[in-house]
């Protein structure tokens, strides 16, 4: 037999998480070539994952599909090609969407063998440790100079990011929307934080540093913040975009989206070489379909850092999957810290 039965959750429609997931068993074909099969302990979630339930996200699959990007699990069967000491491994690993299943099909040079770390702290390593580390690794150079803004600082990206960066000895601002998270962001290392639920974001990092400038912006979050991260970038400045949460928001359908691109604005390229300043943009799922190996590479890497014990996972939330709609939930409403988990 070439098929595999097992079950997962399909995404049936567009809204409410409560609404859009539905739980069925499908099958899937056997591993073939260098592929192999997961069985799943647990999976990640992702803000694209939201922009999808939301209809919002250009490359999700057509509906019915099932999303998610990351697995922790044991790989059970392996196609010819494969090294056979990977059967039987523990590994966390990468997939074109699938992960909202108890099995998924990958390909080998997406996995990196673990040990019997929590499944929870792994799965943060996935696409916010791999993002994080691309970012501040492979995208740009930091160092010790560097003023550092940092948006949705007490995320997955975000928490990790605080910590690659400091690493590097640079200057870290971390933007966060309360109390809570001021204190984890702090524990992590940063220098300055901004509780934007508490007064005008811009205005305080102005007033802290009076005539200086930002060397580095992280904006996962686009619309009116870009133009707004912008004005605080001096010569030489760097702001990186890797994702649009704002849009998220947006209630109107198209009406929304084009006022969320005014609201971005528009910008020259030569304006960019007159004032010196730089816009690099993140889409990590292009980065995993043309240069599969730089993906590979940036997770054996956070993984050598965190078995080092040079950064620490932030673990926001473990749902079991009766809990999938309720931790979708507290994903959208800003609600969490950390990376959020669903374990089977």
Same mark, same amino acid.
């Given at each position: ?16 998480? $409560? ?18 099969? =997961? ?73 990196? =063998? ?45 928490? =990790? ?62 619309? $009116? ?19 649009? *949460? ?40 292009? =980065? ?48 969490? *810290? ?7």
């Amino acid at each position: 037999m070439n098929d595999f039965l097992t079950e997962g959750f399909f995404l049936v429609r567009k809204g409410e998480s $409560k609404d859009a997931f539905e739980k069925k068993k499908f099958k899937i074909t056997l591993p073939k070539d260098n592929e192999v099969l =997961i069985e799943v302990e647990a999976f990640g979630l992702n803000y694209a994952d939201i922009m999808a339930r939301r209809g919002l996200y250009r490359d999700a699959p057509p509906l019915p599909c099932i999303i998610g990007y990351e697995v922790v699990g044991t790989i059970i069967r392996i196609g010819p090609k494969v090294n056979k000491s990977k059967l039987g491994q523990r590994v966390i690993a990468f997939c074109r969407f699938g992960g909202y299943a108890k099995h998924v099909i990958t390909y080998d040079d997406a996995s990196v =063998i673990v040990g019997s770390q929590p499944a929870s702290s792994l799965m943060a390593l996935c696409t916010q440790g791999v993002t994080a580390f691309y970012m501040s690794e492979s995208l740009i150079s930091i160092n010790k100079l560097d003023k550092v803004l940092i948006h949705s600082a007490a995320g997955g990206v975000g928490s =990790i990011l605080i910590q690659l960066v400091k690493l590097k000895g640079a200057y870290v601002v971390a933007k966060v929307g309360s109390r809570e998270k001021e204190s984890l962001v702090k524990e992590l290392g940063a220098d300055f934080v901004v509780n934007y639920n508490e007064g005008d974001y811009i205005k305080k990092i102005k007033e802290k540093f009076a005539q200086s400038s930002l060397d580095i912006v992280y904006n996962p979050v686009g619309g $009116k913040t870009f133009k707004r991260d912008f004005s605080l970038l001096g010569s030489g400045g760097r702001i990186v975009l890797f994702g649009a *949460a704002e849009l998220s928001k947006g209630k109107m359908g198209i009406i929304s989206k084009l006022n969320f691109l005014l609201k971005m604005g528009f910008v020259l390229p030569i304006s960019l070489m007159i004032k010196s300043k730089n816009i690099l943009g993140v889409n990590m799922l292009k =980065i995993a379909e043309d240069k599969p190996e730089v993906i590979l590479f940036c997770l054996q890497e956070i993984f050598k850092l965190y078995v080092e014990g040079k950064i620490k996972p932030q673990v926001g939330g473990v749902y079991n999957t009766n809990q999938l709609a309720e931790a979708h939930h507290a994903l959208e409403g800003g609600q969490t *810290a950390g990376k959020l988990v669903i374990t089977w």
